[in-house]
């Protein structure tokens, strides 16, 4: 089991959260907004809205084996934010979850972010193990609409890679009604990751979605529906050898 949710992502390290994101190729790193941001970008706690929360239910490779929930908020009061995370997954011979408090201050259009997170994993017959570790993040948000991401996973451990064990980085571009983003992911040992991702609104309410990744290689699409505040997202990830991972999510921002 360990082995197959390996492959959903090239970062062990870290496991997506969130369906704006899966629609576009999970590549949003640079784009970290709201609660999904939270899993994305500890940084983004400090920008944006002042209230925001996400609940999340991902499926990967159609097996209700692998079934994950998330789930995130945020609060932003002045320059300084602070966030909550929780992602669950409970198979029959593994069980893991991670629990993060995020905190982060912005400083100009620069935001800043602390997150230690809590992961625990229990393999059937054997005793529960549990890590306590520290991730470091920076959201650059431009008043051009360019937003640039970087965030450094597991930064005091004894690996060492690419901002620590694991690393990623993101850009994200907006204009009108289109937005792209393009992310970079890295953790030591294993190839390099990337991803690209566009978003369409044709509307107020509407949102189309497509992605392309690689390490492991996928494509993505995606749709989300946003009305006063609240937004439902839902996106769909073809893996090339593992097959479809449905990923559905609600999210409020106030």
């Given at each position: ?43 983004s706690v400090a920008m944006g809205r002042r209230i925001s929360a996400m609940v999340g239910y991902d499926r990967p ?37 991670t629990s993060g408090l995020v905190l982060g201050l912005r400083v100009n259009a620069v935001g800043t972010g602390l997150r230690f997170r809590s992961v625990q994993a229990q393999v059937s017959g054997r005793a529960p193990r549990q ?124």
């Open positions: 089991l360990a082995a197959m949710t390996s492959q959903v992502h090239a970062l062990g390290e870290f496991i997506p959260a969130g369906s704006r994101s899966a629609g576009m190729g999970d590549a949003y790193v640079g784009l970290a907004a709201g609660g999904e941001g939270v899993f994305w970008n500890p940084g490779f159609g097996l209700s084996e692998f079934d994950t929930v998330s789930g995130a908020s945020a609060l932003r009061i002045g320059v300084v934010g602070i966030g909550l995370q929780y992602q669950g997954m409970q198979a029959s011979a593994l069980m893991e979850t890590w306590v570790v520290a991730d470091l993040s920076v959201l650059i948000v431009s008043s051009t609409g360019v937003q640039v991401g970087l965030v450094g996973h597991n930064v005091t451990g004894k690996k060492v890679g690419v901002l620590g064990q694991g690393g990623m980085g993101g850009l994200g571009v907006t204009w009108g009604t289109t937005t792209i983003a393009l992310d970079v992911q890295k953790e030591a040992g294993t190839p390099t990751g990337s991803a690209f991702g566009i978003e369409f609104r044709p509307s107020e309410i509407g949102r189309i979605r497509f992605g392309v990744g690689g390490h492991p290689e996928r494509l993505t699409m995606g749709l989300g529906v946003r009305k006063s505040g609240a937004e439902f997202d839902y996106g769909i990830s073809y893996h090339t050898v593992l097959g479809l991972s449905h990923r559905m999510s609600i999210s409020f921002t106030r």
